[in-house]
């Protein structure tokens, strides 16, 4: 395990916008190790719904649906590149002006087997720590898997002793 960060951009809902994302990263000779995209409206309309939930609505209902069709034409996109090349894959969507961010993710490499991500999860777990998403794939017949693991940042340093990381 080792702590990374992870670019969080927003793309246009459309076809060939992540070719044309993934293009200009691959132009600078930038490779994506893991990536999560999901659609803006399906993570606000979760965001939303939770904070019914909780009964800590934020706004009106009319303004919910406003937020909701402000989200539909965009995508959530997450996803780490090789430790080196961070700053530069930052550097490059911006430049292409691209909203992007950043936060400190846990990228854990695994043994391809059954029950092997649950026990890493039950770890966390113990320890009272919660994983707010995770993302990650392995390619059938590997021996090992690769997930990039995001919690608080305030657990971030505790997660990453959890497993030795560096």
């Known amino acids: 395990m080792y702590r ?16 044309g994302l993934c293009e200009l990263l691959r132009n600078k000779g930038i490779n994506i190790l893991g990536m999560s995209i999901q659609n803006a409206e399906d ?3 979760g965001l939303l719904k939770a904070r019914e939930l909780t009964g800590r609505r934020i706004a ?4 919910y649906g406003s937020i909701i069709r402000d989200s539909e ?3 959530v996109i997450r996803f780490v590149v090789e430790r080196h090349q961070t700053s ?10 691209y ?37 990650g794939s392995v390619l059938s017949g590997s021996e090992r ?13 505790r997660a990453a002793g959890l497993f030795g990381a560096e």
Do not use: M, W
């Not at 990374?4 to 070719?19: H, M, Y």
């Not at 009106?60 to 303004?63: C, E, G, H, L, N």
């Not at 530069?88 to 002006?97: D, R």
């Not at 992007?100 to 391809?112: M, Q, Y």
């Open 73 to 75: 034409d965009y995508s």
């Open 99 to 135: 909203p992007v961010d950043t936060t400190p993710v846990l990228v854990i490499v695994l043994e391809n087997r059954p029950g092997s991500l649950g026990e890493t999860a039950a770890t966390f777990a113990r320890a009272g720590i919660n994983i707010d998403y995770v993302y």
């Open 43 to 45: 993570y606000v309309r």
């Open 145 to 157: 898997s690769l997930f990039i693991v995001h919690v608080k940042e305030e657990d971030l340093e």
């Open 88 to 97: 530069q894959a930052v550097g490059v969507l911006e430049e292409a002006g």
């Open 4 to 19: 990374e960060t992870q670019i969080v951009a927003f793309l246009k809902n459309a076809p060939g916008q992540l070719a």
């Open 60 to 63: 009106t209902a009319a303004s």
